[in-house]
Nanobody, 122 residues
Framework: QVHLVESGGGSGQAGGSLRLSCAASGFAFSNYCLGWFRQAPGKEREGVATIKAQGITNYADSVKGRFTLSRDNAKNTLYLQMNSLKPEDTAVYYC????????????????WGQGTQVTVSS
């Protein structure tokens, strides 16, 4: 059975940092494209960052230079280091996993976590 469990969300101040983790099980983690998506109240879910099996990363323009995505295949865990947080980063953050060569911001991912809330105050 596949599980993606996010942790590390919470509240922070603008300019601060948070680190999200996503612990995975039940599939061949190291072979999958992994990503973080977020959904703010009243808005559609959007892609934040993705990382290919080979470790190549891709970031949304809104988070470039502030967020860093990494994966630890030995621990089956995905991380998102979020620095210089802004109030507009407030959202529920989801991790997702996808098989195949595509590793973009489409919502067509095989597996999704339940989400973790991030709230940034000004």
């Amino acid at each position: 059975q596949v599980h993606l469990v996010e942790s590390g969300g919470g509240s922070g101040q603008a300019g601060g940092s948070l680190r999200l983790s996503c612990a995975a099980s039940g599939f061949a983690f190291s072979n999958y494209c992994l990503g973080w998506f977020r959904q703010a109240p009243g808005k559609e879910r959007e892609g934040v960052a993705t990382i290919k099996a080979q470790g190549i990363t891709n970031y949304a323009d809104s988070v470039k230079g502030r967020f860093t995505l990494s994966r630890d295949n030995a621990k089956n865990t995905l991380y998102l280091q979020m620095n210089s947080l802004k109030p507009e980063d407030t959202a529920v953050y989801y991790c997702a996993a996808r098989s195949g060569s595509f590793c973009g911001f489409s919502n067509e991912y095989n597996y999704w976590g339940q989400g973790t809330q991030v709230t940034v105050s000004s």
